[in-house]
């Protein structure tokens, strides 16, 4: 802009490569936003708007924040979904001739961010790109934070459902495809940033592009092909992938030593478990906090360190269906069930375990602190424990994780020689270096601590070479050192003092060893600073040099914690061991809903229930009962549990026999989407739908209510239909429970001989209704919607009156089904001409029962006589 400062300049020419970002503009001790950035980031923030001026040109929007304030006011901004530019002065405005350096060291943005006030300690932070050709996307994430990078190809159909299971915070999508790709994970507001959690941001389309894809993988990994990690031929997938680590050199200014790797992921190994599915079952967070109290996660989460905590929810979102994998999980935690004392040790070893994931990659992009290497260190001799104290156990699962440990003696006792933990730990103040570790380093630090010493020891040592007892070494900030003599001694002057300065009374000396020891104390912090950071960022290097070592480490810890984990939940919450086959059966003796009764108040029992599911009998439950009686509790406890021994965890049951399901699906209770503009109804047909394209006989359904958004009859027809469907189906004859209201149902048992009807058992007592919340065969007669609605606590008189417009309804009701039956009966007889002369001059739809009653009189003596 014509007439700009030199500054304005500077910062247009850097805010031109980051275009689409906040760019924090460092200005001595404040970082500046301008312009539209202003604008964002003082609302964002709460700062003040004001202006600067600009030269010539026009004045320009300013709102600043001081620099040491950044930890504070960057996660605010990157929380609110936006991408972040870092730029810090490269020199100091002291020595700076003309206009500062400055450049971007940094770009944050949620998916690639190493900030504590923004990530979760026991989740990943996983940024993912998404890239689409003739239906097959290619879909690839990635935690910077961990090293974590994988790829895959999905169909379109299931995008969203693979997007929901990764949750990914930030999501790359090219400009070109965007709107496709959005429409596909349901989101019409195209213009929108920030959807949901996710953010979306757009990325050029020349990037997306296989060639570089491959190029940027290889060299990243150092191979000369991709084939190793059994991605070669997955172009799509290639491409994606190749879009997140584009994306991840720029913001990261290519300090990635630590992503090593790239697996394959395949959603094909893991139970298929839809958005609504994680929802209804609150496997990870609960339906009406959000948190994760009141879920799944919450109550078997005996994790003791963060990568053990970001794998159970990894395991929890991905369970198993692969036996043997299965069975090997179930081994190990039988064993550690078993050998109690062995895993209570190996518990407070895993305590003092850090994050080695998230601390190597501190490591490599160069934000480590000394803290995070003593941390390291620690956790490796913790290792060299653990393994030792595995020796103990037998399983082959156990084994091999006991071989998998590495204790690096040579990492620990170079971190050892390095850095002194005393500093560190606020026991002594020599810094962060060991004393003895580097010559002139110690040197240094026994000038800059020792200096006021050897100024003392100087001062007498010159007072007797010279015979002046009141010669002084003195400091000042104009002219540094000096020796101040007073007038009557400046006689005994020696030839080697330099006059500096004279005063009234006094004169002043510099010496060449004076100024010499003054240029080092001045010199010394300086040098200690630099001597330090490079002795510091040599020992990170020597780190990086294990990155596979330690890698390996913290996957291993990981697995062995969330083994452990389930232990101790089997412990403490009197869990069994389930059977595992391929049948297509689930029998479940005892089983309890794993969350339920661990809320429940101090010695209230949860009642325990039996499930028998197969494809041969007892393919379809309908199971009826009031509300509040339990049915929507016994459906989630089915799923949780067949869940639960899928991901190897013991089970909340007596006994369970589970063979492996390859999908989970739930229907439960109402919602809308006003958002996507879909109605109750219209979002509760849209899951049916996904139920019934995508079951198996293989899977598992839940059904909690089917068709009640819609008028008595319409719903009930969709109900019959759909099990009808479900039942007759043999590409979808898949295990279900399905809990309704519509008594009309259970007539299905009658015609389908795999449907069974089953009720939670009521009492009731004059007026009250008790629930025993057990589940037996047969059938429900009666809701008792008014005895919930009067334990709910509505007024007397409401439900009075309710009962008497029931009683109304049920009295209708009977007289219509009566009526019913006399117009069955004179269609029939209307059928035969004999009855003709009779019923030719009666409107059969509008008669009375009265009229019907007389007519059939006069049938049955017309018939009589012939």
């Not at 605010?76 to 020595?95: H, I, M, N, S, T």
């Not at 089915?638 to 013991?650: D, E, K, P, R």
């Not at 009962?803 to 209307?830: A, P, T």
Request: glycine share 6%; charged share 25%; proline share 3%.
């Amino acid at each position: 802009m014509q007439g700009e400062t030199p500054l304005m300049r500077q910062y247009r020419k850097i805010k031109e490569k980051y275009p689409d970002m906040l760019l924090l503009f460092r200005m001595g001790d404040f970082f500046e936003t301008f312009e539209d950035d202003a604008i964002i980031a003082s609302k964002v923030l709460g700062i003040t708007l004001t202006r600067r001026a600009n030269g010539a040109a026009a004045e320009v929007p300013l709102a600043g924040f001081p620099h040491h304030a950044l930890d504070t006011y960057l996660p605010k901004l990157v929380k609110a979904g936006y991408r972040v530019a870092v730029c810090e002065q490269l020199e100091d405005p002291k020595f700076a001739k003309g206009i500062v350096k400055r450049d971007v060291i940094e770009v944050v943005t949620p998916g690639a961010n190493f900030s504590d006030k923004l990530l979760n300690h026991k989740s990943n932070n996983f940024l993912a790109a998404i890239f689409l050709k003739n239906e097959i996307c290619g879909f690839a994430f990635c935690d910077v934070t961990t090293g974590e990078f994988a790829t895959s190809e999905v169909h379109a159909k299931h995008l969203l459902a693979q997007v929901e299971l990764i949750s990914p915070t930030e999501i790359l999508i090219p400009k070109r495809e965007k709107n496709e790709i959005l429409r596909l994970l349901g989101i019409k507001n195209l213009d929108v940033q920030q959807q949901g959690r996710y953010v979306f941001t757009k990325v050029d389309d020349w990037i997306f592009n296989i060639d570089f894809a491959r190029e940027l993988l290889t060299n990243q990994f150092k191979t000369h092909s991709l084939k190793g990690f059994g991605i070669d031929n997955m172009t799509v997938g290639l491409i994606a992938a190749g879009c997140v680590m584009n994306y991840l050199n720029e913001t990261q200014k290519n300090r990635l030593n630590h992503i090593k790797k790239i697996y394959r992921y395949d959603y094909t190994d893991y139970i298929m478990l839809d958005p609504s599915t994680k929802k209804n079952l609150e496997i990870i967070s609960s339906i009406a906090e959000g948190g994760r109290e009141g879920s799944l996660l919450a109550v078997i989460d005996k994790t003791q360190t963060a990568m053990g905590g970001r794998l159970l929810k990894k395991w929890l979102s991905r369970p198993l269906k692969n036996i043997t994998a299965i069975k090997q999980r179930l081994i190990a935690v039988r064993e550690f069930v078993d050998l109690r004392n062995e895993r209570r040790n190996i518990i407070e070893d895993l305590k003092s375990i850090a994050d080695l994931e998230r601390i190597l990659s501190k490591i490599a992009t160069g934000k480590a602190v000394p803290r995070d290497l003593i941390q390291l260190k620690i956790s490796l001799q913790k290792i060299d424990e653990i393994k030792t104290k595995l020796s103990l156990f037998y399983s082959e699962p156990i084994k091999l994780l006991q071989e998998n440990l590495s204790d690096c003696p040579e990492l620990i006792g170079r971190i050892q020689s390095v850095l002194n933990e005393n500093f560190l730990f606020g026991n002594d103040k020599y810094g962060i270096i060991n004393k003895g570790f580097n010559f002139e380093l110690d040197e240094l630090k026994e000038i800059h601590f020792n200096g006021k010493t050897w100024i003392e020891n100087y001062q007498a040592h010159e007072r007797q070479r010279t015979g002046i007892n009141s010669l002084k070494v003195d400091y000042n900030k104009v002219f540094g050192y000096y020796i101040e003599v007073t007038k009557p001694h400046l006689d005994k002057i020696p030839a080697n003092y330099i006059r500096k300065q004279t005063l009234v009374n006094c004169e002043r000396f510099i010496t060449e060893e004076l100024k010499a020891y003054e240029d080092k104390i001045f010199n010394a912090e300086e040098k200690i600073t630099l001597l330090e950071n490079k002795i510091f960022s040599e020992l990170t290097d020597f780190v990086l040099t294990f990155t596979d070592e330690i890698q390996k480490n913290a996957n291993t810890i990981a697995t062995l914690d969330v083994l452990i984990a389930f232990a101790e939940a089997a412990e403490l919450h009197n869990y069994t061991m389930p059977e595992i086959d391929e049948s297509d059966s689930i029998e479940i003796i005892e089983g309890r809903h794993p969350v339920i009764e661990t809320l429940l108040p101090a010695g209230e029992k949860y009642i325990a229930n039996d499930t028998k599911l197969d494809t041969v009998e007892n393919q379809i439950i309908i199971l009826t009962g009031p509300n509040m009686s339990g049915k929507s509790s016994y459906l989630r406890q089915t799923g949780l549990i067949v869940l639960m021994a899928q991901i190897g965890c013991f089970v909340p049951a007596k006994r369970a026999k589970i063979g492996v399901v390859d999908k989970i699906f739930t229907r439960v209770g109402a919602s809308d989407n006003i958002a996507r503009g879909e109605s109750t109804f219209l979002v509760e047909m849209n899951e049916a739908a996904n139920i019934l394209n995508n079951a198996t006989p293989k899977s598992l359904i839940l059904l909690d209510e089917i068709g009640r958004g819609t008028s008595t009859y319409d719903g009930i027809s969709i109900a019959w239909a759909i099990t009808e469907y479900l039942h007759e189906n043999p590409s979808v004859r898949a295990k279900t429970l399905f809990a309704t209201h519509y008594h009309e149902l259970n007539q299905l048992a009658s015609l389908y001989h795999r449907v069974k009807n089953y009720r939670v058992e009521v009492r009731e007592y004059g007026d009250k209704v008790i629930f025993l919340r057990k589940i037996n065969p047969g059938s429900a007669d009666h809701s008792y919607g008014i005895q919930v609605a009067q334990m709910a606590g509505l007024p007397q008189s409401v439900t009075d009156r309710a009962k008497q417009i029931l009683k109304s309804f049920e009295e209708k009701e009977m007289r219509r089904q009566k009526k019913d039956e006399f117009q069955i009966s004179l269609f029939e007889l209307n059928s035969e001409d004999r009855y003709k002369q009779i019923l030719d001059d009666i409107d059969i739809n509008n008669i009375t029962p009265l009229e019907a009653l007389t007519i059939l009189k006069r049938l049955k003596d017309l018939n009589n006589n012939i």
